[in-house]
């Protein structure tokens, strides 16, 4: 079993527990760690599975996204931030 079904698994787990916090916590990390559109939309679905504990949400993910990753290619980086700016405008249609 791979790291990331672990914490995928780790973070079912604490929502049963109704450790809620934590489960978004782990969510993150596991965005921050991978920073990948499939990333994101784990993401988004576990934000709204709990009822959206992170209200600026959208300003969060824009901060992080302009401070580049060490050896992240420019280009994957717009095309990721532009996948993510076309996903949040259907999400939020």
Request: proline fraction near 3%; hydrophobic fraction near 40%.
């Amino acid at each position: 079993m791979s790291s990331r079904n672990c914490a995928n698994m780790d973070i079912k787990v604490r929502i049963a527990l109704g450790e809620t916090t934590q489960a978004w916590k782990l969510g993150w990390q596991l965005f921050e760690h991978e920073r990948s559109f499939r990333a994101f939309q784990e993401l988004q679905e576990l934000h709204d599975e709990l009822g959206q504990p992170e209200p600026e949400l959208l300003i969060k993910l824009n901060s992080f996204l302009l401070t580049p990753k060490i050896n992240t290619n420019a280009m994957h980086s717009a095309n990721f931030i532009s996948a993510l700016a076309n996903q949040m405008q259907r999400s939020n249609v």
